[in-house]
């Protein structure tokens, strides 16, 4: 066991306050630390005793810590501060989506699992209370999905301890990643589709629908498209802005950031003839309310589509909630604002569209994806794979 060391030390007043000064010798070089006691010049020796060796104590044991990690940064911390700070740290390097997303995590159950568990510290964590964490947030309600999200975030985050020689390696390394079900959307058939389009024209949430529906836009995306990115002469779209909301001081902001999911999802994309009808019907909307409501007109928002009456752009969360409500309204089969993008996705390749073709509209990083989300509606491709063995067995018995 390594032999703790006694800092010299001496106490000293400075503006009036008392302080410990102690030695420490590093590099080879001595240098004054300083530590306030807490008490004015003037105090009690009984008081200027008992404080200065509490002080130059707990010193003392930080500094043997230190030494005894090698000089290794302190990894004795509780998890919430660390997971503050990691955040803060990493936050240049991501997204803002991810970033607030990461905010909300750690600020809201992770706070809340943590600050009750406070023996629990970055250096001190075991698969086992990691684990019993995922139960615990399990049991909260959580999906299997949303339990993934917080592992990627406490893994980069020890990863980053362990870079930083906080660790000797990864706690999170040993603990099975939560295992994602697989999920299959939703989907509107293609008379269920041209209903709802028909049927919402009216509706604040329409272009949003048909953006969705018609090009499988994320919810992101739609609410990103611009007119300065819309070419109506050869009916073409860039798509590059996409909206989040997040809150300042509780309340709901939003924010264009020109910063896709991937490189993929920056795409120009053609317009099918009811989004073009849409987008020709919304102009001249946005135009009457311009001049109709004068003042009161919105103009922050002018280079975008989906607006309201007053001009605001509509938030997501709105969007969502609405989306609700209106198929309630309309006596229409539930399913999510998200399932328009999979019902899309669904029309095209039950037309026999290739799945490489709907994987650029959609934007995906790779075909992968997109085979491993509708590879069970490829019907195309399965029939395509029948008709081959088929067709051999046809001419072994022609031959026969």
């Not at 909301?245 to 896709?260: C, N, S, Y």
Request: aromatic share 8%; hydrophobic share 35%; charged share 30%.
């Amino acid at each position: 066991m390594a032999q703790k060391t006694t800092l010299a030390a001496s106490v000293q007043a400075k503006n009036g306050r008392l302080h410990a000064v102690i030695q420490v010798k590093e590099n080879g070089k001595t240098k004054s630390v300083w530590r306030a006691l807490g008490l004015p010049e003037g105090a009690s020796q009984t008081q200027v005793n008992k404080a200065f060796r509490k002080v130059v104590s707990a010193y003392e044991e930080e500094y043997n810590k230190r030494l005894a990690r090698g000089g290794k940064p302190d990894a004795d911390i509780p998890i919430y501060p660390f997971l503050c700070s990691y955040l803060e740290k990493a936050k240049p390097r991501l997204q803002l989506s991810t970033y607030e997303g990461y905010h909300q995590m750690i600020n809201s159950r992770i706070k809340s699992y943590f600050s009750a568990r406070p023996k629990l510290t970055v250096e001190s964590i075991t698969p086992k209370d990691i684990e019993a964490f995922y139960k615990w947030l399990a049991k909260e309600g959580l999906k299997t999905g949303s339990v993934i999200h917080y592992h990627t975030l406490l893994h980069s985050a020890f990863q980053q301890a362990f870079k930083d020689e906080m660790l000797d390696a990864n706690p999170f390394d040993r603990v099975e990643r939560p295992k994602k079900s697989d999920f299959h959307g939703e989907h509107y058939s293609e008379d269920e589709l041209v209903a709802l389009f028909e049927l919402c024209r009216s509706d604040p949430i329409w272009p949003a629908i048909v953006l969705a529906g018609g090009m499988g836009l994320r919810r992101s995306e739609a609410l990103g498209v611009r007119w300065s990115r819309i070419d109506m002469d050869s009916r073409t779209v860039l798509l590059d802005t996409k909206i989040i909301e997040t809150q300042v001081d509780g309340k709901p902001v939003l924010r264009a950031i020109e910063e896709m999911k991937n490189k993929s999802s920056r795409r120009t994309l053609p317009i099918p003839d009811p989004v073009f009808e849409m987008l020709e019907t919304i102009r001249a909307k946005q135009e009457i309310n311009r001049k109709l409501f004068r003042g009161s007109y919105n103009r922050d928002w002018d280079d975008y589509v989906c607006t309201d009456e007053l001009g605001n752009l509509l938030r997501p969360n709105f969007v969502t909630e609405h989306y609700r409500y209106l198929l309630d309204k309309l006596g229409l089969r539930c399913i999510r604002f998200h399932d328009l993008r999979h019902t899309f996705a669904s029309v095209l390749l039950n037309k026999e569209v290739p799945l490489i073709n709907v994987s650029n509209f959609l934007g995906h990083s790779t075909i992968s994806t997109t085979a491993n989300i509708y590879a069970h509606l490829d019907k195309s491709a399965k029939q395509s794979s029948a008709d081959v063995i088929s067709d051999i067995f046809r001419k072994e018995q022609a031959g026969a």
